[in-house]
């Protein structure tokens, strides 16, 4: 299996499991005020990003120059 095989599977796996965790914490921490609202939705909307990328320099770690 290639790099890239295996890191779409494992981006759509983690992809899922953050969103279902993001999910379950926002109902503990929103919904007491709008500003705790805006930094909760702001950081799990950004912190994705950073697995993500880690992920897409893995495969591209694994190509050949050319």
């Known amino acids: ?3 890239a095989a295996i890191a779409w599977l494992a981006g759509i796996v983690g992809l899922a499991l953050y969103l279902f965790a993001v999910l379950e914490l926002a109902e503990l ?3 007491h005020h709008w500003a705790i609202d805006l ?3 702001a950081i799990a909307g950004i912190a994705w990003a950073f697995p993500a990328a880690r992920l897409m320099r893995w495969v ?5 120059a050319g």
């Not at 591209?60 to 050949?64: D, E, H, L, S």
Request: hydrophobic content about 45%; overall charge positive; charged content about 15%.
């Open 1 to 3: 299996m290639s790099r």
């Open 29 to 31: 921490a929103t919904g």
């Open 39 to 41: 930094v909760y939705f």
């Open 60 to 64: 591209v770690a694994g190509r050949p």
